[in-house]
């Protein structure tokens, strides 16, 4: 069935260093491809999102490239905030869509420090 | 506007016992869903309908059953809870456009259930 793998974390960074999470996954056909975010005490909320292959998502500073001939949709920034450190979520929605169901990677917690 | 809202935000349950969780969505989505949340495993889908009237299983559904009660709100419900089912919940929702493009899925603010 179709899966999402991300690296696992936590990643702890200085404030203004460069981001990637890793993130791969297993599927028929072209699903769309998702990142989100969660904060502290709080649901998720959309970061980004690709729904064909060689899109680039983005937004605040954040960038994902779908990559379908490595299965992969790693997301980065240029330079983090303490304001980023949250749970990162990758995700995909099946071409088939379901109802629009997603499956979700294990998440990979960012912590940034002054 | 206030998007996709739950209720309880927080629960604590014996063993045996049952209780609904609540959802609404005031975006006039057609698709609903339930999410659990446990550490290193990401969201699992629990249920989910695509539309008023129909429900669906998704990975995780043993335990648990839902309703549809109309367009606005999906409601969860623990018949006998157990110890496992100690989690934190999420529902979502998501739509189309009018070129029946889907829309990402928005989230409400989750329910952490506590069952002891």
């Known amino acids: 069935g179709d899966s999402v793998t991300q690296m696992e974390g936590p990643v702890t960074l200085s404030e203004e260093a460069f981001l990637t999470i890793n993130c791969t996954y297993t599927?028929?056909?072209?699903?769309?491809l998702f990142w989100y975010v969660q904060y502290p005490g709080e649901g998720l909320q959309l970061l980004l999102k690709?729904?064909?292959?060689?899109d680039k998502g983005s937004n605040k500073g954040f960038e994902a490239t779908y990559r379908k001939e490595t299965t992969s949709f790693h997301l980065e920034k240029g330079s983090v905030q303490v304001s980023d450190s949250a749970v990162y979520f990758c995700?995909?929605?099946?071409?088939?869509?379901?109802?629009?169901?997603?499956?979700f990677g294990q998440g990979t917690e960012l912590s940034v420090k002054p | 506007n206030a998007g996709v809202t739950q209720t309880p935000k927080f629960q604590v349950l014996k063993t045996g016992q049952s209780m609904t969780l609540q959802c609404a969505q005031d975006?006039?989505?057609?698709?609903m869903y339930w999410y659990r949340q446990d550490p290193g495993m990401g969201l699992r889908l629990i249920y989910y309908?695509?539309?008023?009237?129909?429900?669906d299983k998704g990975e995780v559904p043993n335990g648990y059953n839902v309703s549809r009660l109309n367009k606005r709100e999906f409601s969860l419900r623990l018949e006998s809870a157990a110890p496992s089912q100690t989690s934190v919940y999420f529902c979502?929702?998501?739509?189309?456009?009018?070129?029946?493009?889907?829309?990402?899925?928005?989230f409400g603010q989750g329910t952490r259930l506590t069952v002891v």
């Open positions: 979502a929702s998501s739509g189309v456009t009018g070129l029946s493009i889907l829309l990402s899925a928005f």
């Open positions: 599927a028929t056909g072209y699903p769309s």
């Open positions: 690709a729904t064909k292959a060689d």
């Open positions: 995700a995909l929605t099946p071409f088939y869509n379901q109802g629009g169901k997603l499956i």
């Open positions: 975006m006039n989505h057609n698709s």
């Open positions: 309908s695509a539309s008023e009237g129909t429900t």
